[in-house]
């Protein structure tokens, strides 16, 4: 089992680059496989969308809670760490221009030597997906054929470069550079809690972070995922499961249950404080209950 720890953004820290920094180096010497970090590009006040992982209706964050831009905040933390994965949980995808965004994302790899790993959304606050420049109804089908750009500028080394005309995005030609780390792709999961969200990851994604959902729902979702795979003509064992948890109730009899759901990794979410004694304090005790590193 791999242990990602998400970054407490909600105590409004995670901005402030030594609280920040000094909090990732301590979930590096823990032994935790990765460091995730959330986006909103913008939080519109009094938003009438429906958050779908609360029964309010209304996500756990403050309208005015302090989000940097996930992929900026992990080029910061990268040079702050060397071995410590560098995650999204979840990058909200109709914010990014998807040949932006593979330049952005293999820049950030390279540097780090492969340490990124990005979960990928299509939002669910419709205002900002449309501050942003995109139609939300039509944000699905974008989301595929953002996926297909970014991983064909990564895959391509030709000297024509890549042409891609689609419904959303065109160009003639395109190059790329640098490449990902591994020379390939960064992996990219898929986050949500829908079937076509199983559906992506089957068949474009390199695994599924299902959200809020547990149960039936959740082995319906994988199965899903696996159906979509094989059809697309890909080999399901390959793509990874990301359940979440809390650090501070998570446990090795835990951990083996989710497993037994197919789980290879935790996403854990820690308490939600500015005290950085205490939110190290709380990584530690964690650590040792899973004989971590």
């Not at 969200?197 to 474009?204: M, V």
């Not at 109730?249 to 835990?254: A, F, N, Q, V, W």
Request: proline letters at 5%; glycine letters at 10%; a negative charge.
């Amino acid at each position: 089992m791999k242990y990602s720890v998400i970054a407490p953004v909600s105590a409004s820290v995670t901005a402030d680059p030594e609280w920040i920094a000094e909090y990732a180096e301590h979930v590096e010497a823990c032994g935790f496989e990765s460091l995730s970090v959330v986006e909103h590009a913008l939080v519109v006040s009094r938003y009438s969308s429906v958050y779908p992982y609360a029964s309010s209706g209304r996500m756990e964050l403050a309208d005015d809670c302090v989000i940097p831009d996930p992929l900026d905040l992990l080029s910061f933390l990268a040079a702050r760490t060397t071995r410590l994965g560098l995650a999204t949980g979840v990058l909200v995808l109709p914010n990014h221009h998807p040949v932006v965004l593979a330049k952005r994302l293999a820049t950030i790899d390279a540097l780090s030597r492969g340490r990124l790993r990005i979960c990928v959304g299509v939002g669910w606050m419709k205002e900002e997906v449309e501050a942003c420049g995109a139609e939300f109804a039509s944000r699905g089908r974008r989301a595929d054929e953002q996926l297909d750009v970014v991983r064909a500028l990564w895959a391509d080394r030709s000297p024509e470069g890549v042409d891609h005309h689609g419904e959303f995005f065109s160009f003639e030609g395109g190059m790329s550079y640098p490449k990902p780390a591994n020379g390939r792709s960064v992996p990219l999961h898929i986050g949500g809690h829908s079937l076509a969200a199983a559906r992506r990851a089957g068949r474009r994604g390199d695994g599924l972070q299902p959200l809020g959902v547990a149960g039936d729902r959740l082995e319906r979702l994988v199965s899903v995922m696996h159906e979509e795979a094989e059809g697309a003509g890909r080999d399901p064992s390959t793509l990874e499961l990301t359940l979440g948890h809390q650090v501070s109730r998570i446990t090795l009899g835990k951990a083996a249950s989710l497993a037994a759901r197919g789980a290879s990794r935790l996403t854990l979410q820690p308490e939600p404080t500015g005290n950085l004694s205490r939110a190290k304090d709380e990584l530690s005790a964690c650590a040792d209950r899973l004989g971590l590193a």
